[in-house]
């Protein structure tokens, strides 16, 4: 399973972006899915995660009712909506997937097996 990240950039406080963990020609209806973010200097820290069908999501409270994490089994693709961003939201974001139907704890990264490539995220004005 080989994951690509995309979607980083830059954005003024309060700006908006989306990141895509697409897996193509991969189905990822088994998987389990997270997204986490790296400072520099800093421990990885969990971001969002989502159950395999969707159902089930779970987020850290710093990015609670501003970034929606949610998946499109059929493009293969899982989305993570970031809204109302600030400048502490700065890292490199990566997902992760691990095969399993049940939502797995961000708070576990080591349960993932797969990670894609980071993508930078910066908020700055």
């Known amino acids: 399973l080989r994951l690509m990240v995309s979607g980083g950039g830059s954005v003024q406080p309060g700006g908006s972006l989306r990141l895509f963990c697409a897996a193509p020609?991969?189905?990822?209806?088994?998987?389990?899915l997270g997204w986490f973010r790296q400072v520099p200097g800093k421990v990885r820290e969990g971001v969002s995660c989502?159950?395999?069908?969707?159902?089930?999501?779970s987020n850290r409270d710093s990015v609670k009712g501003r970034f929606t994490i949610s998946r499109d089994n059929t493009k293969n693709t899982v989305y993570l909506q970031m809204n109302s961003l600030k400048p502490e939201d700065t890292a490199v974001y990566y997902c992760?997937?691990?095969?399993?139907?049940?939502?797995?704890?961000?708070?576990?990264?080591?349960?993932?097996?797969?990670w894609g490539q980071g993508t930078q995220v910066t908020v700055s004005s």
């Open positions: 992760a997937a691990q095969l399993v139907l049940n939502i797995v704890s961000i708070a576990s990264q080591k349960s993932y097996d797969y």
């Open positions: 020609g991969f189905p990822l209806d088994e998987y389990a």
């Open positions: 989502i159950s395999a069908s969707g159902y089930g999501t």
